[in-house]
């Protein structure tokens, strides 16, 4: 477990052994370090008072107040939606579909109709069964307990006529420290005034997370956070995951005390190296709306474009025509730029009713990704054949990939199969260990690969990717990541192909150069990203980048491996 850095926060007592134990767990969720002043989120959610039993003759009012209060939270999510950010956009509308939800409605219906529950009673003990189910089911699905939680403290605070207090708000610059973040909450983080998040309970790839990370806002995960109070300084590094309180000048140098505003990320693209070698920068996409956010953010094209997120509602598999339209809108975007179109990546955390097969004992190590085209092929070969006529209805021809690939043989068969769909350039990601190990007999069956260091790590590691516990594990930091990059890089420069990185890990600056330096080509990341990655790219060498590299390979930690790249990039 990561030591807690700490003056004046989370005492350390005596013997040592137990001091390791009662360490708090901490980790970094967004990149970045900042110092200032805390400013806490008050805690609302609260049980409704125990009413009397609703007489038999008013329960049909009753339960149409529970219905009325449900639909108007929903249709608050909804309003909030539309002006909201891209990313944070998406959130809301998951928790307003999440606030509608049939069988809860049924529960609420129940519990005040049988039970002659009060409509507050009804929606808290409904909404509150959802909450255990999540929290048991663990991984992806226990985060979401934590919006669950919110829509409950949301719709009984609107059936008792209350306000539900906020993100704090405040004119000068804050540390914002929380349990979690619900969406609604999250959405309302405005990133001029909050500098910072530190954050109790937090995966790496929780919503809270995606958006610091969206929005550039350093974050770090910390069980101490109860014990921070308004206005206490804290210095908090985002890459790291450390946390000083009442941080002594020496140990606050370098780190901003202010919001980063554009004229602090000053870069218009490409990317390039202080030296001029090109390195594309390239947005994450996942629906076509993503496309002018994606541009306008410079990137050079999308070097991941995730068709699962287009169809994760549906219970039916969506035709050749209607996949077309999506994908001729996005390569219509993009002009002439690259695009990068991902196949299905289905199962695990992201289930397709009409593709995967729920109740999967370990669907993280099950039927995922390519390995569904097994099942399903027609869904495999409908998909190429809608790739492949949007390229021609619209000019701009994608480059194609399969995620989840674990043989050569696999590598090989989807390669053949998107070129007998006239497909040009065709890929696979590098997400396993064993996909890395065989790079150079990929690159003989495939004409780029794009690493997803998000499952790469996960693999390598043994970590789940959702767990916040172990995202001391979970880090692309982790030299047996590293080195299994560098296998990559190696092929790829053999071959003179190109590597690509989708994962988290390429819009982390830092991380960006010692990519560069293992020999990635292409980084593909949050659009909102692009602009400090592309910054320092622009400050390093590739000299620098390899040396970096070399360093980082040296070691044996994550803290380590970035103590040399810092050394190694900023000298
Ligand atoms: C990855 O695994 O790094 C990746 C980009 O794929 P996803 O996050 O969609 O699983
Ligand atoms: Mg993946």
Redesign the pocket.
């Known amino acids: 477990m990561r030591e807690l850095l700490a003056s004046g926060f989370g005492e350390v007592a005596e013997p040592a052994s137990e001091s390791e134990t009662n360490a708090p767990q901490t980790a970094g969720i967004s990149a970045g370090r900042v110092v200032g002043p805390v400013a806490t989120m008050a805690v609302t959610n609260k049980p409704p008072a125990q009413g009397e039993k609703v007489p038999e003759a008013q329960r049909q009012g009753e339960l149409q107040r529970a219905l009325d209060s449900l639909e108007q939270t929903a249709e608050q999510l909804n309003q909030q939606a539309k002006t909201a950010d891209p990313t944070a956009k998406d959130i809301l509308q998951a928790t307003a579909q999440l606030v509608c939800d049939g069988a809860v409605r049924s529960r609420v219906s129940q519990l005040i109709n049988d039970s002659g529950a009060t409509a507050e009673q009804a929606v808290w003990d409904a909404f509150s069964e959802v909450v255990i189910r999540f929290d048991s089911a663990g991984g992806k699905l226990a985060e979401r307990a934590c919006d669950v939680r919110d829509i409950r403290a949301r719709v009984v605070a609107r059936l008792e006529g209350r306000e539900l207090a906020g993100i704090p708000t405040s004119d000068k610059p804050f540390i914002l420290v929380a349990r979690d973040l619900a969406p609604a909450d999250a959405a309302q983080i405005d990133p001029k005034t909050c500098l910072g998040l530190v954050l109790g309970e937090c995966g790496p ?1 929780s919503h809270t997370a995606i958006l610091a990370r969206a929005l550039g806002i350093p974050a770090v995960m910390n069980s101490g956070y109860a014990e921070l109070h308004d206005g206490q300084r804290v210095l908090i590094d985002g890459s790291t995951g450390d946390l000083v309180v009442e941080p002594t000048d020496e140990q606050a140098e370098g780190a901003r005390t202010a919001p980063e505003t554009s004229a602090s990320v000053d870069f218009s693209g490409p990317g390039a190296t202080a030296d001029g070698i090109p390195i594309t920068l390239a947005a ?1 996409i996942g629906w076509p709306q993503d496309v002018p956010v994606a541009l306008a953010n410079n990137a050079e094209g999308s070097g ?1 474009f ?1 068709t ?1 997120f287009c169809f994760l509602n549906r219970s039916d598999a969506p035709g050749v025509s209607e996949q077309e339209a999506q994908y001729a809108q996005v390569l219509r975007g993009f002009e002439d730029k690259k695009v990068v179109i ?1 196949t299905l ?1 289905a199962g695990s955390d ?1 289930p397709l009713p009409f593709v995967t097969i729920p109740g999967e004992e370990n669907p993280a190590l099950g039927v995922r990704g390519y390995r569904t085209s097994w099942r399903s092929p027609q869904i495999l070969e409908d998909q190429l054949r809608a790739i492949a006529n949007a390229a021609a209805q619209t000019g701009n021809s994608p480059w194609v990939m399969a ?1 989840m690939i674990a043989t050569v043989e696999e590598a090989d068969e989807f390669a053949k199969l998107a070129r007998s769909y006239g497909l040009k350039t065709v890929g696979v ?1 590098v ?1 396993t260990p064993a996909a890395a190990l065989c790079a150079d007999e990929l690159f003989e069956v495939v004409d780029f690969v ?9 693999y390598t590691m043994a970590a789940d ?1 959702h767990s916040g516990e172990l995202a001391h594990l979970g880090t692309p930091w982790q030299p047996a990541v590293l080195k299994l990059i560098a296998m990559i890089g190696k092929a790829g420069s053999r071959t003179g192909k190109s590597v690509g990185v ?4 390429a819009s982390d600056p830092l991380l960006a150069g010692v990519l560069v330096g293992l020999g990635v080509t292409s980084l593909s990341m949050a659009p909102q990203a692009i602009g400090r990655v592309g910054t320092a790219l622009a400050k390093y060498s590739l000299e620098s980048c390899r040396k970096a590299a070399q360093l980082a390979l040296a070691t044996s930690a994550p803290d380590a491996a970035k103590a040399a790249a810092e050394i190694a990039l900023q000298a």
Do not use: F, V
């Open positions: 790839t994450n991941l995730r699962e991902r990546d992201k995620p990601m997400e794009s690493i997803g260091t998000n499952d790469l790590t996960q990717r989708c994962g988290e890990a």
